[in-house]
Structure formats: structure tokens, C-alpha cells
């Protein structure tokens, strides 16, 4: 049986804790909308299952295997700091995906229907003036001709 | 902005925020398109894009889309996020805009 000093360093709880925090790093990234970022749900999730088989492994090379490797205390320390940054990144996978669907709402081909609404200086305004010519629209846009679109941008708010 | 302009396409943003909120949220982002108020999801509702107790305090909100809609008023291009987090960039945007003839 190896003695103290021969017993091999367990990187496994560092592992894990760099996983944990890449995990929440990728929400973190959404704000800056880089491209491909409909990945990064994904990402963080391996992240975060990467970063709990590591503790995992750290906590039982630690315990278990005490004669073969060393860092009882650090594996356990690691393993509960890593616990916020993975709830934290779990929890947003788990809200932020908490929509409902999309296939009643207009599809593409299909038409839209109209409406009226008040703009932010609270002058209605509709969908075919939003399609007709600038200059009757609320904002100060210096489209001289009638846009070939309009791209409806639904949005949740700040409430 | 001008991107979209050039590409002949005017951008419209739909929340159940009160016209007050939206003109302060133009004004912080300076942005120059219009921001329209649906407090009571009537228009969400119509476009079935409504997200029951989605809003932080339980009230109802729109579930986030983008819809690229023509002069005749057809979808030509759209995009419903499975993922709050998850918003189309402008220029996936522009790049649907460009391909309006």
C-alpha cells in the first residue's frame, strides 16, 4: 500500500469545478449574441453533466480510494462551491425554455391579421400604415416609398 | 437600423409594456423604430403568440417571435425561440429582409 506521500493528485473536483463554471459562462455569453448561440443551451448543459461526473469522480477517488489518491477536504469544498453555478445554470436551462408552442401563430405563407395599436407616444397606429409610405408613420423614418415589409418583433417587455 | 431601411423593411416592436415604458426603452437604446403597447394581449392573442403567466408577477406576456411580414401582409419569414436566452441576431434578420423581391 502507498504511504502519504506516493498517493496521486485528484484534478478530478478541478475539473469539475472549471465545467461548473463554464456552464454559467455560457449564459453569461448571451448577452453578447454571438453566432451559433442557439448552441450554447446545449453547451451548458454537457458543461454542467461534464462538471457533476468530474466531482463526481473527485469525491470518489478522494473517499473511496483514499490509499491511491489525495484531497478528501478539497474535493468536498470544490463539489459545494460548484453547486450554485450548476443549480443557477439547471435552473435557467429549465425556465428559459418554459415557452409555449408556435404552431397556431401565423406561419410563413400564410397572412396576418390586422391590427391597431398604440405606439410609445400613444397615437394608434396600424399595421397598414406600418406598410404604407413613411412620413405617416409615427416615427421620423425618411423612407420616401412604402417599405417592402415590416418585421413584427414580439418581445416579453420589462413589464 | 439603416441596414433595415436600405433593405426596405421597417422594423416593429410588440410588448404588453405601457407606451410610457417603451418610450423610455426607446429613448436609453435610441432607437428609432416604433414600439407598440398591447397591455391587454389583444393583438398577442390574435397572433396566438400569447405566454400565459410568463411575466415575473404571473401576468400574461408575448412569448418572443419575429415575423417578417410582406406589403400583401403574407409571413415570409419567421422565428419562434424554444429559448428565452436564444434571439435572432439583426443580420439573420437582414439576411430574411434581403431576400424580399
Given amino acids: 500500500m502507498p504511504d502519504a506521500t506516493q498517493r496521486g493528485k485528484n484534478t478530478a473536483p478541478w475539473w469539475g469545478f472549471l465545467f461548473a463554471l463554464g456552464a454559467i459562462g455560457c449564459n453569461i455569453l448571451f448577452f453578447v449574441s454571438p453566432p451559433l448561440q442557439g448552441a450554447l443551451p446545449w453547451l451548458s448543459l454537457l458543461f454542467a453533466l461534464l462538471a457533476l461526473v468530474f466531482l463526481g469522480t473527485g469525491l470518489r477517488r478522494a473517499f473511496a480510494q483514499a490509499h491511491v489518491y489525495r484531497g478528501k477536504v478539497l474535493s468536498v469544498v470544490l463539489a459545494v462551491i ?49 406598410l404604407a409610405p413613411a412620413g405617416s408613420a409615427s416615427t421620423s423614418q425618411s423612407q420616401a416609398q412604402a417599405p417592402k415589409a415590416v418585421l413584427l418583433i414580439f418581445y416579453r417587455g420589462y413589464w | 437600423m439603416p441596414e433595415f431601411e436600405a433593405a426596405g423593411v421597417r422594423p416593429v416592436a410588440i410588448s404588453v409594456d405601457a407606451p410610457e415604458l417603451s418610450r ?5 437604446a435610441e432607437y428609432t423604430f416604433p414600439i407598440l403597447s398591447d397591455p391587454d394581449t389583444a393583438v398577442i392573442r390574435r397572433y396566438h403568440l400569447l405566454h400565459m403567466g410568463g411575466g415575473p408577477d404571473g401576468h400574461d406576456i408575448a412569448r418572443p417571435a419575429e415575423l417578417l411580414v410582406d406589403s400583401s401582409k403574407i409571413v415570409r419569414w419567421t422565428n419562434f425561440t424554444e429559448d428565452i436566452r436564444v434571439r435572432a441576431r439583426a443580420n439573420e434578420m437582414l439576411a430574411a429582409a434581403k431576400q424580399l423581391r
Fill in chain 1, 82 to 130: 460548484a453547486l450554485f453555478p450548476l443549480g443557477l445554470s439547471g435552473f435557467a436551462f429549465v425556465k428559459a425554455r418554459e415557452l409555449p408552442g408556435s404552431t397556431a401563430a401565423p406561419q410563413v405563407g400564410q397572412k396576418v391579421p390586422d391590427f391597431t395599436l398604440a405606439d410609445a407616444s400613444g397615437q394608434p397606429v396600424s399595421l397598414d400604415r406600418l
Fill in chain 2, 24 to 28: 423610455d426603452l426607446a429613448h436609453k
